[in-house]
């Protein structure tokens, strides 16, 4: 039900309900959103800044942009299932 | 290039298409709610949401668009993957369970849920076209462009096609019908470009060393065609690129590496020496020619930043800035999608709407990991058309066989369907539900508020069909990225501050959004990209400093939100529909 039809339900001469109250984003959602910030920030900050760490490949095989990249994707996904997991009473 | 069309890949396409017309009649065949037309009864099951997510975001600008960069520019194809991937992070973690439990049909109804004001249902139902309607020009002239190569037909055919299903999907059955549209293209996708992935794994890397001469194409005054100087035709066009040159000296005595796993492919494809091409344009009195040269380089080289993106090479601040800017509106830009937001309304509550993103997530995520395989495979191919990138993928396909690439053309063609459907969903749900109903205060039976919404996408689906045709021979390639700046500009700091400052008001938000998608739209229109693409004019008269405006119009919503609100504080203890 949206506004309009909340208010169209109410009685006439009652005082006005409270405005609705908003949901809250779980403290765990913003905790894990933090941590993604930090991971997309820090990857942009080396293909900004340090552009050369990223040629590295450490013990040889791919290089650190397609680790990291790669990382990244994978990292989205778990952080999504850790926040599905921790919620999943909810 | 000249390219055969396959009577095979008409065939699937038309298949898929009557298809799922088929399937949208027989759910829109009882008499509809404006629950079920909006919003599917809110009863959608979160993991055919979720693979519906994934639809309805993988455009043929992922798919096909992504693919080409990759094969053509290397890794910075792949920082798109990336930055269209992580928007999906601020959709979970901050605006998926307060959307859905703040609204019904519309982003307006969450925005306006603590106001009732009919200014800022005006402002969100205006952003929410205008995002919409960036949207649809290139998935429109996308398919018009497509449909030639990949199955035969002219430019405006192509774009009737995709209006006319998308229009028949959606007025038969709403969200019902665009939802299971997009479940069935979502898993299509994901399940052939895995295919494929696997088709390009087991055949490993090949030593193709066909000519590296350069080539010319002109195209004279009247229109007709040159390849090195010779008219075009099917016995004499310009040759396949994408060439493997040298695998690694371990490799040494043999042409080919057999199958490989997916991190050996990268591997092996780092230490091998390739070919890319680079397009040099210049005119005179015969016409305009682009000339091809063959540039030899590891394959370590494309493999890392700065092939697409060159500011990150040269280290210029505006290319950088412009580069941050980008990755900032991908960000930001996809949880302010109201495409992708009306789709929480479909499932039935806020743990329904987490898991489905879960689910979306992680569809999308395999999806770009395949998508890097697709691009390098491409590259490495020796089937590319130097002359456009957004064949890379259906020729991938043709280097292994004709049937693949009729599947592919055809799955290709069908992701504008998806995509399409969802913008006119939200287009038609901002005309009917917002301005119609709850601006103008129309009085609507259930039954009307439906067939308003029907004859909203019936409208929307004419104009988009007219864009598609207008718009044909404009470069279209990056009003994908306006649509994104323009939705984190307008929509994202008012969803924020809704969610985290309790002294947000409406005429905060209504300024938020409107200045928001003003500056942003300004800012595009007077940028170097816009000047050189769609001007024809030099990039040096542009004003603003580059091309991306995220960087400064994000937190200019956020900045004129904070201080309008500050400035009419009391607004927001009124009840709903105060200002009516």
């Given at each position: 039900m949206n506004a309009s039809e909340r208010s169209a339900a109410a009685p006439g001469p009652t005082p006005p309900a409270p405005p609705p109250r908003l949901p809250v984003t779980s403290r765990l959602g913003l905790g894990l959103f933090l941590v993604y910030v930090l991971l997309y920030g820090g990857f942009m900050g080396l293909v900004l800044?340090?552009?050369?760490?990223?040629a590295l490949r450490p013990a040889g095989g791919m290089n650190l942009a397609l680790i990291a990249g790669l990382g990244l994707i994978a990292a989205a996904f778990l952080l999504a299932v850790i926040y599905m997991l921790g919620r999943r009473d909810t | 290039m000249l390219h055969d069309s396959s009577p095979l890949a008409v065939a699937i396409f038309l298949a898929f298409v009557g298809g799922v017309i088929g399937l949208s009649f027989w759910l829109g065949r009882t008499k509809q709610s404006a629950q079920a037309y909006y919003?599917?009864?809110?009863?959608?099951?979160w993991f055919v949401n979720g693979i519906a997510f994934a639809g309805d975001y993988l455009s043929a600008a992922s798919f096909l668009g992504i693919c080409g960069m990759i094969a053509f520019s290397g890794y910075d194809g792949f920082l798109y993957s990336i930055g269209f991937l992580a928007g999906w992070v601020v959709a979970l973690f901050v605006i998926a369970e307060p959307i859905k439990a703040l609204g019904t049909f519309t982003l307006a109804d969450a925005l306006d849920a603590r106001f009732g004001s009919r200014a800022l249902k005006t402002a969100v139902a205006a952003s929410t076209l205008v995002v919409s309607v960036f949207y649809l020009i290139p998935q429109m002239v996308g398919a018009g462009s497509l449909i030639?190569?990949?199955?035969?037909?002219?430019h405006t055919a192509g774009v009737l096609l995709v209006g006319v299903a998308v229009t028949l999907i959606v007025v038969t059955a709403g969200m019902v019908s665009t939802t299971w549209v997009q479940f069935i293209k979502g898993s299509l996708l994901v399940v052939f470009c895995g295919v494929l992935t696997a088709m390009i794994l087991g055949r490993g890397l090949v030593e193709n060393t066909g000519s590296l001469a350069p080539q010319v194409r002109t195209v004279r005054s009247d229109g007709t065609v040159l390849v090195d100087g010779q008219p075009q035709s099917r016995g004499h066009d310009l040759r396949p690129v994408g060439t493997l040159l040298r695998l690694p000296?371990?490799?040494?005595?043999?042409t080919a590496t057999g199958p490989l796993g997916p991190f050996e492919y990268l591997t092996v494809l780092e230490d091998s020496t390739v070919v890319t091409w680079k397009a040099t344009k210049t005119s005179d009195a015969d016409g305009t020619h682009t000339t091809y040269t063959p540039r030899e380089r590891p394959g370590s080289e494309l493999l890392l930043?700065?092939?697409?993106?060159q500011g990150l090479a040269t280290g210029r601040l505006t290319d950088r800035l412009d580069f941050v800017s980008l990755m900032l509106a991908l960000f930001c830009g996809t949880a302010s999608l109201p495409h992708i937001l009306i789709?929480?309304?479909?499932?039935?509550d806020g743990a329904a709407a987490r898991k489905s993103t879960v689910v979306g997530i992680a569809a999308i995520g395999v999806f770009y990991v395949l998508t890097l395989f697709l691009g390098l495979g491409a590259l490495t191919s020796?089937?590319?058309?130097?002359?456009?990138?957004?064949m890379a993928a259906p020729l991938l396909a043709k280097s292994f066989s004709t049937t693949l690439f009729a599947l592919i053309s055809a799955i290709a063609f069908t992701t504008v369907l998806g995509t399409v459907s969802g913008l006119i969903m939200a287009g038609s749900g901002a005309v009917?539900?917002?301005?119609?109903?709850?601006?103008?205060?129309v009085d609507m039976t259930d039954h009307e508020k439906v067939r308003c919404g029907k004859l909203a996408a019936v409208g929307l689906g004419v104009v988009a069909m007219a864009l598609g045709i207008l718009f044909?021979?404009?470069?279209?390639?990056f009003l994908v990225g306006w649509a994104f700046n323009i939705a984190a500009s307008a929509n994202l700091p008012a969803l924020v501050m809704l969610l985290f400052?309790?002294?947000?008001?409406a005429p905060g938000i209504v300024a938020a959004v409107t200045v928001g998608m003003a500056a942003s739209l300004g800012w595009i229109l007077l940028s170097a990209d816009t000047f050189e693409?769609?001007?024809?004019?030099?990039?040096?008269?542009?004003?603003?400093?580059?091309?991306?405006p995220g960087l400064v119009t994000i937190p200019l919503g956020f900045a004129v939100l904070v201080a309008v609100s500050l400035a009419t504080a009391p607004q927001a203890t009124l009840p709903p529909h105060h200002d009516r």
């Open positions: 800044a340090r552009p050369d760490l990223l | 919003a599917a009864h809110g009863q959608i099951h030639t190569p990949l199955l035969g037909l002219p000296e371990r490799y040494a005595g043999r930043p700065g092939g697409y993106f789709r929480y309304y479909t499932v039935k020796g089937a590319l058309d130097p002359t456009d990138t957004n009917a539900h917002d301005l119609v109903a709850n601006v103008c205060g044909r021979d404009f470069n279209v390639s400052w309790p002294r947000t008001t693409k769609v001007y024809g004019l030099s990039r040096d008269l542009a004003p603003m400093p580059f091309s991306q």
